[in-house]
């Protein structure tokens, strides 16, 4: 059965890979940072054996040399999915992000180099954020794959959300590069999502830990935006589980080699968000902002962007959910962890 190596298995976008990958009969091993996380998949898993299911520990993917044992396997790793890399907003200073997005995405193919020969493709998970342009985005503007980033070092370091596209920009433009100059026997997928939405499947003690894009959710769920539907920001998304399989599918589809793919479903915003939490889940609408306090979470005035994600539908067939399914089966999964939310 083919064998992958999948970095960062216990995040919100790896935990779908990995249910994607053994659904479809991969042999995974995945790295975590500790131990504890490593045992926490296994335990979710104890029908597998560990020539289906392992773990290695990577404790910090921004040091050198990171991925060199994790890199070796018996048997040897077909391909390598690479999700591992920080997404917040917190960051105090750029390096917070820039280090690990850019050490870990070119450490990891280094290391594929030198001590994996077997593997054919790595797949790296970029994001929108290495496409959207922000100083020029509009209505009118339909946004693919041929776009880039045009951020700087020095606008970086002008706020967090800076910091956090330089990231995605500079890791992706990395792996391009490094593909260039050191032409290895592997090939490169980098997969390009917007905003991610979707049911948690990774385990969580609380939600106070939830990943920053269902956060919106969260709070709405909470009554934490009542006063104040957050403004939407992203307006495009895509569900955590077509991306999951989108990752997967571009490991097993030859046609995927070499290439961007913008993965993208559709445009959302946040007043959107609110009233589908409202029709499907009556207990909150009281904690649910409304009249004006909905109006941050509507379109801009001037309209949004447009997208074409016909590569994603053509390369590797994907067919996407639509936003009530997400938003449904997102507050579902997020009951699941805090049930005395509904009371």
């Known amino acids: 059965m083919p064998r992958v190596l999948l970095t960062g298995g216990s995040g919100f976008i790896a935990t779908h890979v990995l249910e994607t990958l053994l659904a479809r009969g991969h042999s995974v091993v995945t790295t975590v940072r500790s131990p504890q996380k490593g045992q926490a998949i296994l335990q979710a898993h104890p029908e597998l ?7 290695a520990i990577v404790e910090d993917i921004s040091q050198a040399n990171a991925f060199d044992k994790a890199v ?16 917040h907003f917190n960051a105090k200073d750029a390096k917070e992000l820039l280090d690990p997005a850019i050490i870990g995405t070119t450490g990891i193919l280094n290391s594929v180099k030198k001590y994996a020969p077997s593997v054919k493709r790595v797949v790296v998970t970029s ?4 496409i959207n342009n922000i100083y020029a985005a509009g209505k009118g503007k339909i946004y693919s ?4 980033c045009p951020i700087t070092e020095e606008q970086a370091n002008e706020n967090p959300g800076n910091a956090y596209r330089a990231s995605k920009t500079f890791a992706e433009r990395a792996a391009w590069n490094f593909m260039e100059t050191e032409t290895p026997s592997f090939d490169l997928t980098v997969i390009n999502p917007p905003l991610v939405l979707g049911p948690i499947a990774h385990r969580l003690a609380s939600l106070s830990a939830l990943n920053t894009s269902n956060q919106r959710i969260r709070d709405l769920i909470t009554g934490a935006a009542k006063d104040r539907c957050p403004p939407t920001g992203n ?14 599918l571009a490991i097993e589809k030859p046609e995927a080699g070499g290439k ?15 009233e589908i939490i409202g029709e499907e889940f009556p207990e909150f609408r009281d904690r649910l902002p409304s009249g004006e306090g909905l109006a941050p979470g509507d379109y801009p005035a001037d309209g ?7 590569r994603s539908r053509q390369v590797l067939g994907i067919k996407y959910r639509n936003l009530k399914e997400s938003i449904v089966d997102a507050v579902n999964s997020l009951l699941a962890v805090e049930p005395a939310l509904a009371k």
């Open 49 to 55: 054996q560990k020539d289906r299911l392992d773990y």
């Open 72 to 87: 070796v396997s018996e048997p040897p790793f077909d391909a390598v999915i690479h999700t591992a890399s920080p997404y």
């Open 127 to 130: 994001s929108f954020a290495a």
């Open 145 to 148: 794959e041929a776009d880039w």
């Open 235 to 248: 307006h495009g998304y895509v569900d955590v589980r077509d991306l999951g399989l989108a990752h997967v």
């Open 260 to 274: 961007r793919i913008f993965t993208v479903s559709s445009h959302f915003s946040n007043k959107e968000i609110a």
């Open 304 to 310: 949004v962007y447009g997208f074409d994600n016909s």
